[in-house]
């Protein structure tokens, strides 16, 4: 009897201890997880971006660029109300962290914002509008105001849907992000076309053909899909050899014969199918890149930032593709519920 006594507290004791064990071991294991999606998996994924060389430094140009980051407002009202506090800081961390990456690993000479910098910037009031001017300048901080172009979107000023373009909404754009519609980087010159307002930046007729100076048009909504008396205006007065959009929350290429522009070759890009696009430019066709948003929040699976490389006639062009926050999140709910299994199962075995 005394045996059995002995042999039964001999067992829960070692069960005891095990079981500390077994919970350190699961919290450590958790934890390791957390960092690996956190901060290794971003690591991890820049092996499969492709560097861009320059064979002259001196003529050659960097480009960094972001579409539709869309930071969320700061009231977002949605079923997950009680949580939105935690939907938008995981938001603003992903972004900020994502463009760190990418920043680091372009070191461009220019970053440009190619507009839908808010969710709602153009209905949110004067007081909302500031706190998300703060956020929006904490996760892409400014280095040097020469360094960075922003364009307006339809989020930022209105123009789609029954949101109303105001003075009022231009005038708050503007003098928060105040810059010329003709900037120019020594072979480069970039032009902003507004197509929500239909305005077109005052500049001397372009000339296709010579590439002495590069003239690449930066609109939010893209100009070669649909054609218009606009678009027309736009590419018969700046005759830009390359053009720049985002808006879609898609990556594509889209090219045309700069004159005759009747047909369209479309080439889209996707974590599958990603390279170093190579083009020469003032030859025939002009080029149209969508840039794909950088925010998981629109809903779309394949998410990332521009990265071109201009150096004399010659475009170098790809996409730096992010992790999926999507795929990572659903980990985490696994994860979560696998811990509450262990956790239940040492409970109450005996």
Same mark, same amino acid.
């Given at each position: ?119 709602? /910037? ?83 007729? /372009? ?91 629109? /809903? ?51």
């Amino acid at each position: 009897m005394l045996r059995m006594v002995y042999f039964r507290y001999f067992n829960r004791r070692i069960f005891s201890i095990c079981k500390k064990h077994i919970i350190i071991f699961i919290l450590l294991l958790s934890l390791f997880y957390v960092y690996y999606v956190e901060i290794l998996s971003h690591v991890y994924n820049e092996r499969n971006w492709f560097h861009i060389e320059c064979s002259n430094t001196s003529k050659c140009l960097k480009i960094l660029l972001v579409a539709d980051p869309q930071i969320i407002e700061h009231e977002e009202k949605d079923i997950w109300n009680h949580l939105r506090f935690i939907t938008k800081y995981d938001s603003d961390s992903y972004l900020k962290k994502t463009y760190r990456h990418a920043l680091n690993f372009a070191q461009p000479d220019v970053t440009i914002f190619l507009g839908d910098l808010m969710d709602e /910037g153009s209905i949110a009031t004067d007081e909302e509008y500031n706190e998300n001017l703060n956020r929006f300048f904490n996760i892409f901080p400014k280095q040097d105001d020469n360094k960075h172009i922003w364009i307006p979107g339809d989020n930022d000023i209105g123009g789609e849907g029954l949101e109303r373009i105001t003075p009022k909404k231009i005038n708050r754009f503007m003098s928060n992000f105040d810059q010329a519609d003709v900037i120019e980087f020594e072979q480069v010159t970039f032009l902003k076309v507004n197509y929500l307002t239909h305005s077109v930046p005052k500049y001397k007729k /372009g000339n296709f053909y010579n590439t002495s100076m590069i003239n690449i048009a930066l609109s939010h909504v893209p100009l070669m899909f649909v054609p218009s008396v606009f678009v027309e205006k736009v590419m018969s007065h700046l005759q830009p050899q390359l053009i720049f959009a985002g808006h879609k929350h898609r990556a594509m290429i889209i090219s045309t014969s700069a004159f005759l522009r009747q047909d369209r070759h479309i080439v889209p890009i996707t974590t599958e199918y990603n390279k170093v696009f190579k083009f020469t430019l003032g030859l025939n066709d002009v080029y149209e890149i969508l840039v794909p948003t950088c925010s998981y929040r629109m /809903g779309t699976e394949n998410i990332g930032f521009g990265y071109a490389v201009i150096e004399n006639d010659e475009l170098k062009y790809t996409v730096l593709w992010s992790p999926s926050r999507f795929h990572q999140l659903w980990n985490y709910i696994f994860v979560l519920l696998m811990l509450l299994v262990c956790f239940i199962i040492i409970k109450f075995y005996k």
